[in-house]
């Protein structure tokens, strides 16, 4: 599994800066405006999507990636830093994060660990969080020889 942010702040940014372009094209169209100097008013969306870029840009430096047993958390781009946790060593999970786009920011904490690693603007954090702790239990549950509901996963022994 690989969790990465969130793309739908960034096609909103996008959308509604060529939107403020269009529009003010369009005003300045509709008007038959012949002073050179009012189109430098587009502009202003060329800086919005500037900004934006910049946040899709920052998108792509951070992966969590959960597989085999570790939750991987890489970042950076010229110079990738890379943070490994056994999920077995995990014991908090916090979710922050908004309803009405359902984005979120995921925290993780682990067991003598004195930082936490967080990953921000994710989609559907809970539903993450969630599928985290179900692996970090059936691993957990595996290296010590009990399923994910904690019962023993040997067969019983014969007398």
Do not use: C
Request: aromatic share 6%.
């Amino acid at each position: 599994m690989q969790i990465r942010a969130s793309l739908k702040l960034v096609k909103l940014g996008y959308f509604l800066s060529l939107l403020l372009a269009l529009a003010i094209a369009g005003y300045l169209w509709s008007i038959h405006n012949q002073d050179k100097r009012m189109w430098a008013t587009l502009l202003v969306p060329g800086i919005l999507i500037f900004f934006v870029m910049i946040r899709h840009a920052r998108r792509t430096l951070n992966t969590l990636i959960v597989s085999d047993g570790r939750l991987r958390y890489e970042s950076g781009l010229l110079s990738k830093s890379t943070r490994s946790v056994e999920l077995a060593k995990l014991q908090d999970i916090r979710v922050d994060g908004q309803r009405l786009l359902n984005i979120g920011d995921l925290s993780f904490e682990t067991a003598g660990g004195g930082s936490r690693i967080v990953i921000v603007s994710i989609d559907r954090p809970q539903q993450a969080a969630d599928q985290i702790l179900a692996l970090a239990r059936a691993h957990s549950g595996a290296a010590t020889g009990l399923d994910a509901s904690g019962t023993s996963a040997a067969p019983p022994s014969r007398p």
